[in-house]
């Protein structure tokens, strides 16, 4: 036997208005319900996860949510030091030299003490060459862990970092 139960939501009802008007849900004083039978018709995802945006669209770089970094000729910077979620999107290029034991570039994971390389440019030749490389991934940092950025005095890094979602995993909608 099922049950029956009103549901509360204006952001329900404002995406039932939009997807189903000719149901009735332009009228003032209706009101949703559900059941404990289960029976899917509508996907209402977005509506339920409080967001209005598909969720493709909340991962996009805008003005307000990205940060850019730009490290040549030995640098080390920390990219982020935030919780939560972050997608890191960018290229990598430098000058290798013959037999080159460390990257000419590397993204690497820190959590105090220890450092986790996620992406490193490196190419082990018996000449010297240019090379090039794109990236784009998503991390999750925890409190205390940093993501840091590396080049050596031949490498370059452009990168693009935007917090995806918090650490709880709310999205974060461009702004």
Do not use: W
Not at 47 to 54: F, H, I, Q, T
Not at 116 to 129: D, G
């Amino acid at each position: 036997m099922s049950q029956e139960f009103v549901i509360k939501s204006t952001a329900l009802e404002d995406k039932i208005n939009q997807l189903l008007p000719s149901q009735g849900g332009a009228q003032a004083g209706v009101d949703l319900s559900a059941s404990s039978m289960i029976v899917p018709i509508v996907n209402l995802t977005e509506a339920a996860e409080g967001s209005s945006l598909r969720q493709d669209l909340q991962t996009a770089f805008s003005h307000n949510v990205t940060t850019a970094h730009n490290l040549t000729n030995a640098t080390t910077t920390t990219l982020v030091n935030t919780t939560g979620y972050f997608r890191v999107f960018g290229t990598a290029s430098g000058y290798e030299l013959p037999s080159a034991t460390d990257p000419v570039c590397q993204i690497r994971l820190n959590d105090g003490t220890t450092n986790k390389i996620v992406y490193a440019l490196q190419l082990n030749t018996t000449t010297a060459q240019v090379i090039f490389g794109n990236f784009d991934f998503n991390v999750f940092l925890s409190a205390g862990d940093s993501l840091v950025g590396q080049t050596l005095a031949n490498g370059s890094l452009r990168i693009a970092t935007r917090q995806l979602a918090d650490i709880s995993g709310n999205l974060t909608n461009p702004t």
